[in-house]
């Protein structure tokens, strides 16, 4: 069993008791430890199920590389799945539960999946992607939904807040293991600003647990002395609980503060994301311990050397009474001299070496009575929930047992892999070590900056250092030399000289033993979470999966949320050997952020509910809402759709509104409105080509409907036009395309015409329009008083500057409703005393605001197109009958050359008419009609599409435009729409003006 | 996320500080170009690994366009030109030149 020992254990306070739920038992731990560590303290070992196949997953390692012991934290606004144990600080209270089982931990039905693995090889999925339809429905898809997903998704509104930070640096350190401390001490002894993350509680990485000396102190006290004078030192910053999570381009890198996680009822935001811009950049992130693929080396038990060695000296914990080391290299007789240390048993070392003679550690371990059997290997493990022994065989041979040996933990080495990902996230290449079997930092090949200089270095273990001398050694170079990159002068002091015994060199050792057969390797692991074994890599590369990202997506290796951390490199041995190519053939798979997964809360920030796209609010914003303003979201604006009556619904009050405007007086907040001012000499020129019509020949005090086309011909914009004087035009667009249009006319102004005059400004918000609409409507302005607005002083399409009210005011006669109309600007301060103006005048001549739904409806009477429903970026202005806009004057304005492109002149494109429904009914907006016949893939030809659809009060019935086949020649024929309703809706085909046909009403 | 400075304004900013803008020097095809010409216009880019001169407009700054020469491989940085011109400067060519022998682009170098 695993259990807490009587004396040890270097980060917990046996003063601090915490207790803890798991699964709805309550535990008790101590401050400092992990999930993982007080888990096993309480005799947890089994800890999840796996993904695939449901197989019992125990705790493997001790830090980020843990694939097994993912656990759902803390309930409601608070849940949070796929927590890894392993790095979860406790807490006092903290609840966890398991994963990925049913109906309990213990007891799984979906265990079941395991005594089937046989049946589900790798590409499996893939596989089952080639079957008929109904084997789908019935057999897949269930089975699929069953297993798919690890941990739950979060059901409620995540209660915590997050936020983001930025930071300047000159030199950032990734990872305050020593070699860590060693390069951001040098650097900052150098005069650098230092920014020093390390993604644990505490600083020192494996350095205090693996022991050596440095210039003949401690290394434990090293530490201490390192973090302490870092602390100190005003130019450095060090955090703690802090992970680099991604290098980017040009110095950018994020770092990831876990500020709550350990301390939920502190106050403050759970995460804060680092946004790094750092001049130089160390990743000294260490090593991962290598798993060694045996058959049964997923029985919880089984776990990594190192881990073993971590529980029991940082946490005092004991994983297992009896612990079996199996082994390629020397470090892992560190564990079993620390375990025999711990006053536990070691029954036998199996290294799977042949040497000449023993090294140190070797040594070290024999004295201490441990039995060492070199060139032996572990054959099978016995045990389902539980190791509780190995046999024993030859490394060389195929397995046969040689003994059996009662165990209840087996620690494995297969060597270290550098952590290597933040080198790589920007380009940084690698290199093979065929020493140590690993891949390292070529350091020749650095990613670089904006400069073309190398940017990223990398010390210690992180750049293949194993040895404490040679660590230490590198970090402190390391530090001064990125000092220095930065333009600081490195101080001239010695290499500190580290003390650690001489190790022999490893073996290679990627299947045990090394002639496995097929059963032994279906049996052996490579990745835990996602139950790849080494059998499903051979297969994939039988299978002709020979790229590695193609093996990795068809056997699912490295794709859980471990990403591979232990699994990678075993794997891409597997797959060389059985393409018979060296491993640096083979290659990596890519290394991406994050290091490992940062919450999505993180990534928001602060960036959530009423901050997470500020609104933009015209002048009259808090009237529309004070009365009844249901409001609509049009680009960062919100438009009223309509003003909501007690006891009306919106339909209701969209329909007397739209009747109201036709009868009386509407008034529109139309200050959304673009408003660019264009000006300058060549202003007319200018604007004959952006607009497909002439704007050059408009007269001062005139307004013209105007429309915009893209290069590639398309309609992008529409509009009217004022000329305001001899050089200056006022350009009114739709309220989406007032910065777009904007940065249109720059771009062509400052790219391609940068030697023509022209000035535009964007004044949208500078004014606010108001839209008085109605029968009624020069009535109301007279009753203001002020300027003249009669037919004669003031005529259809023109404009004019005046006083309204005692408001300065420029009113153009312009109408997008059909109605007799006046759009008025004020200034953007004046908009809400103007609007109450208009009110109070209104009132005795039936004025009611409308919104944006009255407005469609009245623009879809009398046939006016809205670009974003008759227009999608597909559509011509010939497709909508525009042909009248469109200039045959004008040698060239944009889109004019890509309306004689082949598909542009070709007479078989939809063009715009008006529909009708036979009955009445109002079509559903974006149906299509479908014509006879079906295509290539057996559905129904289509002829035409709704482009807007509404249900016209002032008509009394459904009416709507659309784009049809031919349209225009076929005015009065009836085509069928299916609606998603089940029901097909026969429309006829019909002039798109339906209301007013002559104009009369807009111009009295 | 890239480190540019504007020739315009002389800020230097962040990536998300300007908007990328698309291949740079493009010859406009009109009315009367043929169908060749303005394919070429509309569609065709070049793509290069290695030196690549782009369009950018520092967007939250002073607005203005400007083109960069940067290496779609490294990410280096080789300079930044006003927009006003159909040609990277001498200067700028000779930088590359020196930094990427045997280089070309398009019609350039
Ligand atoms: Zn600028």
Redesign the interface.
């Given at each position: 069993m695993s259990t807490r020992l009587a004396t040890g254990g270097r980060l917990i306070n046996t003063d601090a008791p915490m207790r803890f739920t798991f699964n709805g038992k309550v535990m008790k731990g101590y401050a400092g430890d992990t999930l993982a560590s007080a888990l096993l303290a309480n005799d947890q070992m089994l800890v999840g199920r796996s993904f695939k196949y449901h197989r019992p997953r125990g705790i493997v390692a001790s830090g980020v590389e843990e694939p097994n012991a993912l656990v759902n934290l803390g309930v409601e606004g608070k849940f949070e799945p796929n927590q890894r144990a392993t790095t979860t600080e406790l807490f006092d209270g903290l609840l966890a539960t398991s994963q990925n089982h049913w109906p309990s931990l213990e007891f799984d039905v979906g265990a079941l999946n395991a005594r089937l693995s046989r049946f589900m090889p790798a590409g499996f999925y893939y596989k089952m992607f080639i079957h008929p339809r109904p084997l789908w429905k019935h057999v897949y898809e269930p089975f699929i939904r069953q297993a798919a997903g690890l941990g739950q998704a979060p059901k409620g509104r995540d209660a915590d807040s997050y936020e983001h930070f930025y930071a300047f640096c000159d030199v950032l350190v990734v990872g305050a293991g020593i070699a860590g401390l060693m390069a951001a001490k040098s650097a900052a002894d150098a005069g650098a600003r230092v920014l020093s993350l390390e993604q644990a509680p505490q600083g020192g990485g494996r350095a205090p647990v693996d022991g050596g000396q440095v210039d003949g102190v401690p290394v434990d006290k090293v530490v201490d002395q390192l973090v302490s004078e870092l602390t100190e030192m005003p130019n450095v910053t060090l955090r703690l609980r802090t992970m680099g999570a991604g290098v980017?381009?040009?110095?950018?890198v994020l770092g990831y503060e876990r500020l709550t996680d350990h301390a939920p009822d502190q106050p403050g935001p759970r995460h804060r994301l680092w946004r790094i811009?750092a001049g130089q950049v160390i990743t000294a992130t260490g090593a991962i311990e290598r798993p060694l693929s045996f058959a049964g080396n997923d029985v919880p038990g089984v776990m990594l050397a190192s881990a073993v060695r971590d529980y029991i000296v940082n946490y005092g914990v004991s994983p297992g009474d009896r612990v079996a080391v199996v082994t390629n290299n020397d470090d892992a007789y560190r564990t079993a001299i620390a375990v025999k240390k711990a006053g536990l048993d070691v029954p036998v070392i199996l290294d799977a070496r042949v040497l000449p003679e023993d090294s140190p550690l070797m040594a070290e371990a024999r004295a201490a009575g441990i039995r060492v059997m070199m060139g032996h290997g572990v054959a099978s493990v016995m045990g389902g929930k539980r190791v509780t022994g190995i046999g024993v065989c030859a490394q060389a041979g195929e397995g046969a047992v040689l003994e059996e040996i009662g165990c209840d933990v087996v620690a494995m080495s297969g060597g270290w892999s550098p952590v290597v990902h933040l080198w790589s996230h920007c380009?940084g290449k690698l290199q093979w070590d065929s020493d140590y079997a690993m891949f390292r930092p070529d350091v020749h090949k650095a990613p670089?900056?904006?400069?073309?200089a190398a940017f990223v270095r990398t010390a210690g273990a992180a750049n293949g250092h194993f040895g404490l001398h040679e660590i230490v050694g590198d970090g402190h170079a390391c530090g001064g030399l990125a000092a220095k990159a930065t333009g600081h002068t490195p101080r001239k002091t010695d290499a500190p000289q580290g003390d650690s015994p001489s190790e022999a060199p490893l073996a290679q050792v990627w299947i045990m033993p090394q002639g496995a057969g097929k059963t032994l390797r279906a049996k052996a692991w490579l990745d835990y979470q996602n139950d790849v074994k080494v059998s499903d890599v051979q297969l994939a590369a039988q299978e002709g999966f020979e790229s590695v990202e193609h093996a990795k997506r068809y056997t699912t290796l490295g794709m859980a949320t471990d990403q591979g951390k232990l699994s990678n490199i075993n794997g891409l041995a597997i797959l060389s050997d059985a393409l018979d190519q060296p491993i640096p053939q083979t290659g990596t798979t890519t290394f991406r952020p994050p290091y490992t997964p940062i919450s999505m809360g993180a990534i928001a920030g602060e960036a959530r509910g009423a901050v997470f796209q500020p609104i933009r609010r015209t002048p009259m914003h808090d009237w529309h809402e004070a009365n009844g303003a249901d409001w609509e979201p049009v680009g960062a604006w919100r438009r009223p759709y309509a003003y909501v009556r007690q006891g009306e619904s919106v339909h209701d009050a969209v329909m007397r509104e739209t009747r109201n405007t036709r009868e009386n007086l509407g008034l529109l907040d139309a200050s959304t409105l673009g408003k660019l001012l264009v000006k300058g000499p060549d202003a007319g020129r200018f604007l004959d080509m952006l607009y497909t019509n002439m704007m050059s020949t408009l007269k001062p005090g005139k307004c013209r409907y105007g429309l915009m086309c893209g290069?590639?011909g398309f309609l992008i914009d529409d509009g009217v036009v004022a000329r305001i004087d001899e050089d200056t035009w006022l350009c009114h667009t739709t309220t989406g395309g007032a910065d777009s249009i904007h940065?249109h006319m720059?771009?062509w102004l400052?790219?391609?015409w940068?030697d023509w005059q022209v000035y535009v400004a964007n004044l949208t918000e500078q004014y606010a329009q108001v839209a008085v609409v109605g029968p009624n409507a020069r009535a109301a302005l007279e009753a203001l008083g002020g300027m003249d607005v009669s037919r004669d002083a003031l005529g259809f399409m023109e404009w004019a500057d005046g006083t309204l009210g005692g408001f300065d005011a420029r009113v153009y006669r312009i109408s997008f409703s059909g109605e007799l109309s006046y759009e008025v600007a004020v200034r953007a301060s004046q908009g809400q005393a103007f609007w109450d103006a208009l009110m109070a005048v209104g009132d005795s001549l039936g004025v009611m605001p409308y919104g944006t739904e009255a407005l469609h409806i009245l623009r879809a009477e009398k046939g006016f197109i809205m670009i974003g429903d008759e227009t999608d970026g597909t559509v011509i202005p010939q497709d909508l009958g525009l042909h009248w806009a469109l200039s045959k004057k004008k040698?060239?304005y944009l889109g004019?050359?890509?309306h004689?492109?082949s598909h542009m002149a070709d007479p078989d494109r939809w063009k715009l008419v008006g529909l009708e429904t036979l009955d009445g009914s109002t079509l559903p907006d974006g149906a299509y009609a479908v014509a006879d016949g079906t295509n290539a893939n057996g559905q129904r030809n289509v002829q035409g599409r709704v482009t807007s659809s509404y249900h016209s009060p002032n008509l009394g019935k459904g009416i709507a435009m659309g784009l049809v086949h031919h349209g225009p020649d076929r005015m009065g024929e009836v085509i069928e729409f299916p609606g998603t309703d089940g029901k097909t809706y026969q429309a006829r085909i019909v002039s798109p003006v339906f209301y007013d046909a002559a104009g009369e009403k807009q111009d009295v | 996320m890239l480190t540019l400075t504007c020739p315009c304004c002389g800020v230097t900013a962040e990536e998300t500080e300007f908007h990328a803008g698309g291949e740079a020097h493009l010859t406009r095809y009109g009315p009367g170009s043929d169908d060749t010409e303005f394919e070429g216009y509309l569609f065709m880019r070049e793509n290069p690994k290695g030196v690549h001169f782009e369009r950018w407009r520092h967007v939250y700054g002073c607005g203005k366009w400007f083109q960069v020469a940067r290496c779609t491989v490294t990410l280096e940085l080789f300079g930044a030109y006003p927009a006003q011109t159909t040609r990277p400067p001498q200067a700028l060519q000779d930088t590359i030149t020196a930094k990427r022998p045997g280089w070309s682009w398009n019609d350039i170098a």
């Open positions: 980017y381009d040009h110095g950018y811009k380009g670089v900056g904006g400069d073309g290069e590639n940065q720059e771009e400052q790219t391609e940068w040698d060239d004019k050359r890509a004689v492109r | -």
